[in-house]
């Protein structure tokens, strides 16, 4: 009992910390000016209220499609390397350029109570086919592609606010970091000429979500909000030229869990405004 009562006092401190530290990451971030590419969206949630038992796990596995319209700034010119030559994108001039993103990934999802307390998580993705449309302020629109699989991992805690229970909600608040590296190899010009790059992109990103659940018969409907602030770099590799920058932003999304058996589900979720992704995949307890 004394054991078990530190390790929630412990878990409770490392909470309030993360809570504290993220605001203060925050202030420092948004204290200068970079260069901004928000390229992917919010993490999906892909997982209700329902709270987990001690020493108990979830595992799933989902697919997702996504495309959304990112804006970024620049404060001087931005360079890309395309083989014997450079080609510049954006002019020297500050301004904001709105851009087209989509591809898809594959994620695996483990969501684990080693205590009785906060519940912990993890996932590693693999992203697939990802293209980034640039509107040049020069005369050439830019395309950059990712020809292989980019890779992106990612750390969560969950409080439990409320429990489900049958004739109430489960109500969870989730804090959420994740890594994310895609390399593009491929410049493609408006002629449709394409040249070959090397660009390496790294993103990290800062997630908090509100998370609400209902549990039915055969179906568990879910839905909240995320807030999540988003700092990414996008480095050629060939010139050393790099250029980073900021962006926060508000995502909605809702879904529902179909139960197959006692322990096998199948899980669905659309996430709207701003950034758009449909996702699906099926788990299991454990």
Not at 102 to 123: D, H, M, R, S
Not at 132 to 150: K, R
Not at 201 to 226: C, D, N
Request: proline share 3%; hydrophobic share 40%.
């Amino acid at each position: 009992m004394y054991r078990k009562n530190i390790s929630n006092t412990l878990l409770r401190k490392f909470f309030s910390l993360l809570c504290s530290h993220s605001l203060f990451f925050a202030f420092l971030l948004t204290h200068n000016n970079y260069f901004l590419i928000p390229v992917l969206y919010a993490s999906e949630t892909m997982d209700t209220a329902e709270q987990i038992e001690k020493g108990k796990f979830r595992l799933t596995f989902y697919y997702s499609c996504f495309e959304n319209n990112p804006a970024f700034k620049v404060s001087g010119p931005v360079r890309i390397s395309t083989g014997p030559g450079t080609g510049v994108i954006v002019t020297g001039a500050e301004t904001e350029i709105l851009c087209a993103g989509e591809g898809n990934q594959a994620n695996v999802k483990l969501t684990f109570n080693p205590f009785e307390g906060f519940i912990w998580w993890g996932k590693i993705t693999t992203i697939l086919n990802y293209t980034l449309t640039i509107p040049s302020t020069t005369a050439t629109s830019t395309q950059l592609q990712a020809v292989e699989p980019g890779i992106s991992a990612g750390l969560g805690i969950r409080y439990q606010v409320f429990p489900e229970t049958i004739v109430s909600p489960g109500i969870c608040i989730d804090f959420a970091l994740t890594a994310t590296e895609i390399n593009f190899k491929k410049f493609l010009s408006i002629s449709r000429q394409i040249q070959i790059v090397k660009n390496k992109f790294e993103m990290q990103e800062l997630q908090m979500s509100f998370l609400v659940s209902k549990k039915y018969r055969y179906i568990q409907p879910y839905g909240g909000f995320k807030v999540f602030r988003l700092y990414s770099k996008l480095l050629d590799e060939i010139s050393l030229e790099e250029s980073h920058g900021l962006k926060d932003n508000v995502n909605l999304y809702l879904g529902a869990k179909i139960n197959l058996k006692k322990f096998e589900w199948l899980i669905l979720e659309g996430n709207f405004i701003g950034e758009r992704s449909i996702s699906v995949g099926f788990g299991g307890k454990f």
